[in-house]
């Protein structure tokens, strides 16, 4: 088959993301073509307030330049807007009598600036705050005139006052409220707020209706509903935005506020999705930037046939930097009969918190001058924390960096989520370039160069590295053991290098300080060798007996001998041979352990050869490094869950794993269903039965270490699932050091990589094929040799 064509309608920040998420997840499906109204590339456009300000070029804030479309195979039309959508026909048409057909469609028109309908604002110099072009507009105003008036004491009507300044204007902000963001801030931090900005040079025209714009052919001044008359050579519009949906309604797609769409984005007409401004989902309609960008992930998943749990929404937090005025704000700030709040002011540093709780979870707060603990207020909230009383009141100490938020988390989290920049990228930045400021940060690494929603999370993360408590810096590589000054990683390139093949060559060449090496050495060479040169663990295989032969030694001089069921079922035939090995031996017993395997105890070394012939049946070794596979859900009376799903899963993976030598065991744990998914999740490879499909966590840990995997995927097809579970392995086999726990190297790799190399199907398909060819010569050399006392 040949690809299907997919049309996205907007080159914006919503709709390419989640044409660059496509690609990330299957670069093949699709042949893309993107319209653009806009004459440019994909650009930020929640940082034109910078561009204004003179802090930055619009170079700096192009996301991807017109190579990015060339080297991916896009079509963009920049400059070209969609005028019609033939949904019969399954094509669009544009200004320029262009026609395009499509297979899949995606609108992400985004939202349009709000222009007040008065008198005159059809009057040269009135405009609005929303493209770049608007911003190359104000600039050239500010070289004739002087004198400008916002309409619109919100976000965006601020940052566009703020640049105005920077650019030599002076400014009027005019709002119909009493307080600055009255939707982002309480009425304590607005105020701080407005304080903060007269003393930059701001002049605010609160509870003001504008009833005229005044002039002849261009703008002279305001008048109010009050009387009140102000004079301006330039006003900006900065009232809000609505979203664009004028092209669904011509084209008949159900629309309210937005374009209605579900779960996966998909609108109520056929192979037609919306994402970003212009969607609306349960009544929402977003405008930030992190819920766009979840929503472009969801439907990229959907579009690639992956199966995701779907968009649920997304709890607002706003976290900005106005002028230079760190604020934050998410959830219920407003406090009502049922919430109660703790305070805390400082008007001195024009420092303010409030954290506002419904019983004993944070339901909402609001931050002004120290924006620190914003990151972790969200994460209560999303999480639904349960706070005590007596630590309530702690939520507003700022924390000292080695306790904060962030340095709480895993290397591997994400702490800027809009451009997938995990903390561990942070660290390895700022340590090799020697960063000490966000905005080198931010440069360096585009975390917070998107909504700006991490600049606290960011700043906190730098101070931390700066700490004198620091001690997450870039891992020091030891030696592999004393007989030599090299790493593993170091030995494996040298053993390749000059394509030493045994154990001996590779001492002798490596210049080892001891002639046979050590206990720690041998056994970590030897893996080595053998995932290099496969004929190399062939033909020096000890530990595994025979398939049909082996035993394990306990402590108390006698041996162990293991059954192989394939996901902890056997049938009558096994259930009778087991019995009639204690029947005829009744010093040994049978005990089953945690992880649903059958041992049979207390063989005596005497008795290993008629043990293994009564039961004429496959054996496993538990000394070694293998796959071990645990059906979670199994004895859990209170769940009525199918069981089936998750058992034959569970064979699958156990039957074509078998016999594949790790770095170190694997232990995988598969749910039937959500009943008994925290058994899972805490394993290498914790593995949940979830609405027809299965979600897949990598690099938990039940030991010391004790942690919960990070999700890798989601799929809907069973077969899918054991391809993936089975192309982590395999990489973990390829890649990890000897002994290396699978959490380990999931921290050191990073999940997102992780991730990025098994959607890759060309490297899926090595992996698996590495893998079963492992499997085959391994089993083919155990099932033929000889047992050798």
């Not at 629309?255 to 996966?264: Q, W």
């Not at 395997?597 to 496993?620: S, T, Y």
Request: proline share 3%; glycine share 8%; with cysteine.
């Amino acid at each position: 088959m040949g690809k299907q064509k997919l049309v996205v309608i907007g080159n914006g920040m919503a709709g390419v993301r989640c044409v660059q998420n496509i690609l990330n997840e299957n670069a093949n499906l699709f042949k893309i073509t993107i319209f653009g109204r806009e004459p440019h590339s994909n650009y930020s456009r929640i940082m034109l307030s910078s561009v204004l300000q003179g802090e930055t070029s619009f170079d700096d804030i192009v996301i991807h330049p017109k190579s990015w479309y060339e080297e991916n195979n896009i079509q963009l039309f920049s400059g070209e807007t969609v005028t019609e959508i033939d949904k019969d026909h399954k094509c669009v048409k544009t200004d320029k009598l262009r026609e395009v057909s499509y297979d899949k469609l995606i609108i992400a028109t985004g939202s349009s600036p709000i222009i007040l309908p008065l008198p005159g604002s059809d009057r040269e110099g009135v405009m609005s705050f929303r493209t770049i072009e608007d911003c190359h507009r104000m600039v050239e105003v500010s070289k004739k005139h002087k004198k400008a008036v916002v309409i619109g004491g919100g976000l965006l009507g601020l940052e566009a006052a703020r640049g105005l300044l920077n650019i030599g204007m002076e400014v009027d902000v005019v709002h119909k409220s009493r307080f600055l963001m009255e939707k982002q801030l309480d009425q304590e931090a607005s105020l701080m707020l407005q304080t903060e900005l007269e003393n930059q040079g701001m002049h605010f025209l609160f509870e003001k209706d504008t009833e005229e714009i005044v002039g002849g052919k261009r703008v002279e001044g305001i008048r109010f509903k009050d009387g009140d008359y102000v004079e301006t050579d330039l006003v900006v519009m900065a009232v809000g935005v609505r979203p664009n949906i004028k092209l669904a309604q011509k084209s008949k797609i159900e629309t309210n506020k937005g374009i209605l769409v579900d779960d996966f984005l998909a609108t109520r007409s056929r192979d037609i999705y919306a994402v970003g401004e212009c969607a609306e989902h349960e009544g929402m309609v977003y405008g930030l930037v992190k819920p766009l960008y979840e929503q472009g992930e969801v439907l990229a998943q959907h579009l690639c046939g992956n199966n995701p749990s779907g968009y649920r929404g997304t709890v607002l937090s706003t976290q900005l930097k106005i002028s230079g005025i760190d604020v934050f704000s998410v959830g219920q700030f407003i406090e009502d009969r049922t919430s109660k709040t703790i305070h805390y002011q400082n008007e001195w540093d024009a420092v303010y918190k409030k954290v506002v709780f419904r019983g004993n979870k944070v339901i909402g707060a609001v931050l002004f001058g120290d924006t620190r603990l914003g990151p972790s207020l969200l994460d209560s909230i999303v999480k639904q924390r349960v706070i005590a009383d007596k630590d309530k009141a702690s939520l507003l100490e700022s924390p000292n960096p080695s306790d904060s938020f962030v340095a709480s988390l895993p290397v591997s989290e994400n702490i800027c989520t809009c451009n997938s920049v995990s903390k561990r990228t942070i660290i390895h930045t700022v340590q090799q370039d020697e960063l000490t400021t966000i905005e080198e940060v931010k440069n360096c690494t585009k975390a917070s160069s998107s909504c700006g929603g991490c600049k606290s999370a960011v700043s906190d993360l730098l101070d931390y590295i700066h700490s004198e408590h620091f001690n997450e810096g870039a891992e020091q590589r030891s030696s592999l053991c004393h007989c030599t000054s090299l790493d593993e990683d170091e030995i494996v390139r040298q053993i390749q290098l000059n394509h030493l093949s045994t154990l001996q060559e590779v001492m002798d060449a490596l210049d080892w300080k001891f002639e046979k090496g050590c206990s720690t050495c041998r056994p970590a060479l030897e893996f080595y060798l053998g995932i290099i040169f496969t004929e190399y663990e062939m033909e020096n295989e000890h530990s595994f007996l025979n398939e049909r032969m082996n035993a394990t030694l306990q402590k108390d001089g006698t041996y162990a001998v293991t059954p192989q069921f394939y996901g902890g079922v056997l049938d009558g035939d096994q259930y009778i041979k087991i019995s009639k090995v204690v029947e005829k031996y009744p010093r040994t017993k049978v005990a089953i352990s945690s992880d649903q395997n059958v041992h049979i105890l207390g063989v005596r070394e005497e008795e290993l050869e008629g043990v293994w012939a009564a039961l004429d049946m496959p054996l496993r070794s538990f000394n070694e490094n293998m796959v071990h596979v645990t059906n979670t859900g199994i004895g859990e009376y209170s769940c009525l869950c199918d069981q089936d799903p998750s058992l034959r899963l569970s064979e699958e993976i156990e039957r074509k794993t078998s016999y594949l030598r790790l770095p170190n065991r694997i232990k995988v744990g598969i749910s039937p269903c959500l009943h008994k998914g925290v058994d899972s999740i805490t394993k290498d490879i914790g593995v949940i039965r979830m609405n027809q499909g299965w979600e897949i966590y990598v690099g938990g840990s039940g030991d010391k270490h004790a942690q919960a995997g990070e999700l890798l995927y989601v799929v809907g097809m069973d077969k899918k699932a054991s391809e993936i579970i089975r192309g982590f392995i395999e990489y973990y086999r390829e890649s990890a050091n000897y002994l290396e726990p699978v959490w380990r190297w999931v921290n050191r790799i990073g999940v997102v990589h992780i991730r990025e190399a098994l959607l890759d199907e060309e490297l899926l398909n090595h992996f698996l094929q590495n893998l079963d060819q492992h499997v085959i010569q391994r089993k083919h050399k155990l099932t033929k040799s000889l047992f050798v006392q």
